[in-house]
Nanobody
Framework: QVQLVESGGDLVQPGGSLRLSCTAS????????IGWFRKAPGKEREGVSC?????????YVVDSVKGRFTVSTDKSKNTVFLQMRNLKPEDTAVYYC??????????????????WGQGTQVTVSS
C-alpha cells in the first residue's frame, strides 16, 4: 500500500524553527517527486516546494519561504524533510506532503499529485 505520513508539526513562537517529516511506505521517496503543500485557514491549498527524484534538487514555489525553508531526503529513512526556520505567523497552516508517483525534476501541478499524507499542523504564535 502506497502511503505518506507527515509528522513534526507543533506550536512555535515567531522566529522559531521546526522540521517536518514525510515518511513513505510502499515506494521509495527518491524514485518520485515529493511536494510539500500547506493550507491556511480560509485560504486555498498552496504548493510550498518539491524535491526532484533526478538529482535531489529542490524548488521553492512560494517566494516567502525562500531562504527560510529547506527540503531534503534521507534515503535510509525513506523520508523527506521540510526544515523551516525563522517562522512567521503567516506560515501557520496544515502542511501536507504528496507525490504523483512520477519521476521528475520539476514540480508538477497540484492536480497531478495523487498520493497525499494526512497533514500536520504548524502554528506560529507568541
Amino acid at each position: 500500500q502506497v502511503q505518506l505520513v507527515e509528522s513534526g508539526g507543533d506550536l512555535v513562537q515567531p522566529g522559531g524553527s521546526l522540521r517536518l517529516s514525510c515518511t513513505a511506505s510502499g515506494f521509495r521517496v527518491d524514485y518520485y517527486v515529493i511536494g510539500w503543500f500547506r493550507k491556511a485557514p480560509g485560504k486555498e491549498r498552496e504548493g510550498v516546494s518539491c524535491i526532484s527524484s533526478v538529482d535531489s534538487s529542490s524548488t521553492y514555489v512560494v517566494d516567502s519561504v525562500k531562504g527560510r525553508f529547506t527540503v531534503s531526503t534521507d534515503k535510509s529513512k525513506n523520508t523527506v524533510f521540510l526544515q523551516m526556520r525563522n517562522l512567521k505567523p503567516e506560515d501557520t497552516a496544515v502542511y501536507y506532503c504528496a507525490t504523483d508517483l512520477v519521476p521528475g525534476s520539476t514540480c508538477p501541478p497540484l492536480r497531478e499529485y495523487n498520493v497525499w499524507g494526512q497533514g500536520t499542523q504548524v502554528t506560529v504564535s507568541s
